[in-house]
């Protein structure tokens, strides 16, 4: 990932966590090689609070849309809304996450147009 798309991922990790209220910091690991924990584009941790996100070969708007929907998941597990292993939860926490992730990428799009999210 360059310098302007890492660039980008760190004001959008601060602005969403600004428009979710969560004040914690925590890990966001970006990578390029899958292991046994991300078996899909992005992995939050209820435990640790880690956030995992696949980056080769995605476009930036898709990358910043992961991350906001972990967060969202973090954002529900601070609420003691995730009962069990996320990719068991399913349901209406697993709507809320795609609903509020696209609705977040949407809004830092048209608040910073100056970093063109939708370009590669």
């Known amino acids: 990932m360059n310098k302007k798309k890492k660039l980008v991922v760190a004001n959008f990790i601060k602005?969403?966590?600004?428009?979710?209220?969560?004040?914690?910091?925590?890990?966001v690991d970006l990578v390029t090689v899958r292991d046994d924990t991300l078996k899909t584009y992005?992995?939050?941790d209820p435990n640790t609070g880690?956030?995992?996100?696949?980056?080769?070969?995605?476009?930036?708007?898709?990358?910043?849309?992961?991350?906001?929907h972990e967060f969202?998941?973090?954002?529900?597990?601070?609420?003691?809304?995730i009962n069990g292993p996320q990719q068991d939860v399913g349901g209406a926490?697993?709507?809320?996450?795609n609903a509020r992730a696209g609705s977040l990428v949407k809004k830092f799009g048209y608040d910073f147009p100056d970093f063109n999210i939708y370009s590669s």
Do not use: M, P, T
């Open 15 to 27: 602005y969403i966590k600004s428009q979710l209220g969560i004040q914690n910091s925590f890990k």
């Open 72 to 81: 969202v998941h973090h954002k529900q597990n601070q609420e003691n809304r």
């Open 50 to 68: 880690l956030v995992k996100v696949y980056v080769k070969g995605r476009g930036l708007a898709d990358i910043l849309r992961s991350i906001a």
């Open 42 to 44: 992005a992995y939050y």
């Open 93 to 97: 926490i697993e709507d809320e996450a």
